[in-house]
């Protein structure tokens, strides 16, 4: 599975399928193909254990596609308190930014100060947040004047504006770092395999063996077995624990979070800003990704988890006029390209309902073990997520008898690593760029206002296990949020390609570029 030809290959995912079914037993069973799940299985895989990963739908399909693109310490979690939390975080961004240097690049965020305490006040936090990062600190953070604050955001509103503080942090493509990760946990002898829906556990006694799932494209139902089986399913966790369990209590309090993306016009330097306190409580992140900007988020309580939450309203109002308190030009609704929202995996405490405020709960992940064995992980954010799987699968040699091994993820070289400096858009697949290149439609453009080729299309079909227009466009690529109505205009010639590499009829075609204009509809205010 790891050559490519210029030749039509054929479908990669019977290979897949035929390796998932291939094993009686496999140590470690994880379902769940975000974050979390990703993460887990790299570590079983790099130690040696064979692993099985299951997804429902497609790789970092839910909040893992969602978030603001930062790798991060967790600056408001500082204002917490909430110490243990961002030292972990800042050695977890640390060692992302020597394990990925392709998809994790250093950001420089300024913080205006309008009041006269303001710059005092944060430039204490900020010179905590240094000191916690030790020697994997990005940068230190420093006192700006007014002058040089816009030499660096020339759009921040200039009246009141008396200066600033600049600090450092990571920024990544989070749904890239989901496909790298699925890269190289093949590359080490795991398995994966999407649109895979887990149905049922299978049940020896008391215990849990093993998942039922079915095959989405066949319709076909298989039955794994595992000496261990880990629920990674991030706000879906309550659905895997209640087939053990069917009145389990939901350990999980969703909370949705929103972001618009812009034209680069309105922050046109290499600067990120960083609102501290906005109405919320919440801080606000304008951010500089792809040639566009990235401005969030929100933190609204949800009942139920959805598989395409939709930003409401209020929550859109919110992000434009904070926004326009703090920049000048700002954008207004005629102006945002695509809106998106995700849906954050809050853990409830043991001894309460959740009632309250969802920026309360905790951002920690969790590990909880049922009575049967089955291992959930769910909590925690991107920039932790090897030590997420690292914590998850230490409990899952001791829960199964597996060997335990020492962790080598620390400083693992995840696929694709470079530290070639490529155009922005290219440098997401590290050492695999010069091959895609390489591939029929390379200098074929998808769309005019968008920065993806025909090659990347066919790359992400025959590598990537990409199996649908909205995969290409929303995950392998990043059109769907770059520009959400460019990217429905270019859906006829991605299902063209799709329907080219996978061997589908007009019909099929068709009907995959429908499915996608109403998905993406979703993503453009009206």
Request: charged share 25%; glycine share 10%.
């Given at each position: 599975?790891?050559?490519?030809?210029?030749?039509?290959?054929?479908?990669?995912?019977?290979?897949?399928?035929?390796?998932?079914?291939?094993?009686?037993?496999?140590?470690?069973?994880?379902?769940?193909?975000?974050?979390?799940?990703?993460?887990?299985?790299?570590?079983?895989?790099?130690?040696?254990?064979?692993?099985?990963?299951?997804?429902?739908?497609?790789?970092?399909?839910?909040?893992?596609?969602?978030?603001?693109?930062?790798?991060?310490?967790?600056?408001?979690?500082?204002?917490?308190?909430?110490?243990?939390?961002?030292?972990?975080?800042?050695?977890?961004?640390?060692?992302?930014?020597?394990?990925?240097?392709?998809?994790?690049?250093?950001?420089?965020?300024?913080?205006?100060?309008?009041?006269?305490?303001?710059?005092?006040?944060?430039?204490?936090?900020?010179?905590?947040?240094?000191?916690?990062?030790?020697?994997?600190?990005?940068?230190?953070?420093?006192?700006?004047?007014?002058?040089?604050?816009?030499?660096?955001?020339?759009?921040?509103?200039?009246?009141?504006?008396?200066?600033?503080?600049?600090?450092?942090?990571?920024?990544?493509?989070?749904?890239?770092?989901?496909?790298?990760?699925?890269?190289?946990?093949?590359?080490?002898?795991?398995?994966?395999?999407?649109?895979?829906?887990?149905?049922?556990?299978?049940?020896?006694?008391?215990?849990?063996?093993?998942?039922?799932?079915?095959?989405?494209?066949?319709?076909?139902?298989?039955?794994?077995?595992?000496?261990?089986?880990?629920?990674?399913?991030?706000?879906?966790?309550?659905?895997?624990?209640?087939?053990?369990?069917?009145?389990?209590?939901?350990?999980?309090?969703?909370?949705?979070?929103?972001?618009?993306?812009?034209?680069?016009?309105?922050?046109?330097?290499?600067?990120?800003?960083?609102?501290?306190?906005?109405?919320?409580?919440?801080?606000?992140?304008?951010?500089?990704?792809?040639?566009?900007?990235?401005?969030?988020?929100?933190?609204?309580?949800?009942?139920?988890?959805?598989?395409?939450?939709?930003?409401?309203?209020?929550?859109?109002?919110?992000?434009?006029?904070?926004?326009?308190?703090?920049?000048?030009?700002?954008?207004?609704?005629?102006?945002?390209?695509?809106?998106?929202?995700?849906?954050?995996?809050?853990?409830?405490?043991?001894?309460?309902?959740?009632?309250?405020?969802?920026?309360?709960?905790?951002?920690?992940?969790?590990?909880?073990?049922?009575?049967?064995?089955?291992?959930?992980?769910?909590?925690?954010?991107?920039?932790?997520?090897?030590?997420?799987?690292?914590?998850?699968?230490?409990?899952?040699?001791?829960?199964?008898?597996?060997?335990?091994?020492?962790?080598?993820?620390?400083?693992?070289?995840?696929?694709?690593?470079?530290?070639?400096?490529?155009?922005?858009?290219?440098?997401?697949?590290?050492?695999?760029?010069?091959?895609?290149?390489?591939?029929?439609?390379?200098?074929?453009?998808?769309?005019?206002?968008?920065?993806?080729?025909?090659?990347?299309?066919?790359?992400?079909?025959?590598?990537?296990?990409?199996?649908?227009?909205?995969?290409?466009?929303?995950?392998?690529?990043?059109?769907?949020?770059?520009?959400?109505?460019?990217?429905?205009?270019?859906?006829?010639?991605?299902?063209?390609?799709?329907?080219?590499?996978?061997?589908?009829?007009?019909?099929?075609?068709?009907?995959?570029?429908?499915?996608?204009?109403?998905?993406?509809?979703?993503y453009i205010l009206r």
């Amino acid at each position: 599975m790891s050559q490519v030809s210029a030749s039509v290959p054929s479908d990669p995912r019977s290979a897949r399928l035929q390796a998932a079914l291939a094993s009686q037993e496999w140590d470690i069973i994880v379902v769940g193909g975000g974050a979390s799940g990703l993460g887990t299985a790299v570590e079983a895989a790099t130690r040696g254990h064979s692993v099985l990963l299951l997804e429902g739908h497609d790789y970092a399909k839910g909040t893992s596609s969602r978030s603001t693109k930062l790798v991060h310490g967790g600056v408001r979690y500082l204002a917490q308190g909430n110490v243990s939390l961002v030292r972990e975080a800042l050695h977890e961004r640390g060692l992302l930014r020597k394990n990925a240097p392709h998809l994790v690049r250093d950001l420089g965020f300024v913080v205006p100060a309008y009041d006269w305490w303001a710059g005092p006040f944060y430039g204490v936090g900020l010179k905590l947040y240094d000191i916690l990062a030790g020697k994997l600190n990005l940068g230190s953070s420093k006192y700006l004047d007014r002058e040089q604050v816009l030499a660096r955001v020339s759009t921040y509103q200039q009246d009141g504006l008396i200066g600033g503080i600049l600090y450092f942090d990571g920024q990544f493509d989070d749904s890239r770092l989901a496909v790298t990760l699925l890269r190289t946990l093949e590359d080490f002898g795991g398995v994966a395999l999407n649109y895979a829906p887990v149905t049922g556990l299978v049940q020896e006694g008391d215990k849990v063996r093993g998942v039922v799932w079915r095959d989405q494209e066949t319709g076909q139902e298989h039955r794994s077995r595992a000496k261990v089986v880990v629920n990674a399913t991030g706000v879906w966790v309550d659905d895997i624990r209640r087939m053990e369990k069917p009145d389990a209590a939901p350990m999980l309090s969703p909370s949705q979070g929103v972001h618009i993306v812009v034209d680069k016009k309105f922050l046109p330097g290499d600067s990120a800003i960083m609102i501290p306190r906005t109405d919320d409580g919440r801080v606000l992140f304008a951010v500089p990704w792809h040639d566009h900007v990235v401005i969030g988020t929100t933190d609204t309580p949800v009942p139920d988890a959805s598989f395409e939450p939709r930003a409401l309203d209020e929550e859109v109002e919110f992000i434009l006029k904070t926004a326009q308190r703090y920049m000048d030009p700002a954008p207004t609704r005629a102006d945002v390209r695509s809106v998106y929202a995700g849906l954050r995996p809050l853990v409830k405490a043991e001894n309460t309902d959740g009632a309250g405020s969802t920026a309360a709960l905790s951002r920690d992940h969790v590990i909880r073990i049922s009575d049967g064995d089955l291992i959930t992980l769910t909590g925690g954010k991107w920039t932790t997520y090897r030590r997420m799987g690292e914590d998850t699968v230490n409990r899952a040699e001791a829960l199964a008898g597996l060997p335990e091994r020492l962790s080598i993820t620390p400083g693992l070289h995840l696929h694709g690593w470079s530290e070639e400096d490529r155009p922005d858009h290219w440098k997401v697949y590290g050492s695999d760029a010069e091959r895609i290149q390489a591939l029929p439609g390379a200098d074929t453009s998808i769309h005019p206002e968008l920065p993806y080729t025909e090659a990347e299309l066919r790359w992400g079909v025959r590598m990537e296990s990409a199996r649908t227009v909205e995969d290409l466009l929303a995950r392998r690529t990043r059109a769907l949020l770059l520009n959400a109505q460019a990217s429905i205009e270019a859906a006829p010639r991605v299902a063209a390609v799709l329907a080219e590499e996978l061997g589908k009829d007009a019909a099929w075609r068709d009907a995959q570029v429908e499915d996608y204009r109403q998905l993406a509809e979703g993503y453009i205010l009206r």
